[in-house]
């Protein structure tokens, strides 16, 4: 058996975005029946802007690169955009359809958790699909804790789905006073 090269953890650049929309694209084709319209995907230049953006504003925005290929993307935006919120983001990570199965979704969780930590943020939200039980168990494993379930709020395949939410606090930021942020964040 062959040995798989190491998974690099860094920042996107726009030489990333291709990538990382054939990525999405796939996940959210995927989740859809045949017949439903998925034209509002965003374009790349929606997402080279998207990305600086949330670069300019602190956000972790990275990628997991193996043998020069994108093997998967993970980003935070704010969880509420109203000031009292500043401190909680809500997450995302998706990861090639090739490449699931090998520790790219935990690698990019364990970066996001630490630069998200380093950024000052205090929580950390995410939305998993209820049957998603591999997103489900590497939330636990990274200490998130379910918090709420959102019975049946999405429809594919001829059935209704569940949303659920999981939550973690991120280190000192959990419990130290919140260092001010500037208001330019939100």
Same mark, same amino acid.
């Given at each position: ?5 190491? #998974? ?5 650049? =726009? ?5 990382? *929309? ?9 989740? #859809?029946?045949?017949? +439903? =319209? ?15 953006? *949330? ?10 690169? $193996? =043998? ?8 935070? +935006? ?7 919120? $500043? ?43 209820? =049957?998603?039980?591999?997103? *489900?168990?590497?939330?636990? $494993?990274?200490?998130?804790?379910? +918090?709420? #379930? ?13 949303? #659920? ?22």
């Amino acid at each position: 058996m062959e040995q798989e090269s190491a #998974v690099i953890i860094r920042p996107t650049r =726009d030489s990333d975005v291709d990538a990382m *929309l054939a990525i999405y694209r796939h996940h959210i084709r995927r989740g #859809v029946e045949e017949g +439903v =319209d998925d034209n509002d995907t965003p374009q790349p230049d929606d997402l080279r802007d998207r990305r600086k953006n *949330l670069k300019n504003r602190r956000f972790p925005h990275i990628v997991a690169v $193996r =043998d020069g290929e994108v093997v998967g993307y993970a980003y935070v +935006v704010l969880f509420r955009k109203r000031p009292a919120y $500043r401190y909680t983001v809500k997450h995302s990570i998706y990861v090639h359809h090739r490449h699931i199965g090998r520790g790219i979704g935990s690698q990019l969780m364990r970066g996001l958790i630490d630069a998200c930590a380093a950024a000052g943020f205090r929580q950390m939200i995410g939305y998993i699909d209820g =049957d998603n039980t591999a997103s *489900l168990a590497i939330h636990e $494993r990274f200490g998130f804790t379910r +918090v709420g #379930v959102l019975p049946a709020v999405a429809y594919r395949y001829g059935r209704w789905a569940d949303s #659920v939410m999981v939550q973690r606090s991120l280190g000192a930021g959990a419990t130290a006073p919140p260092t001010p942020l500037p208001l330019s964040t939100y």
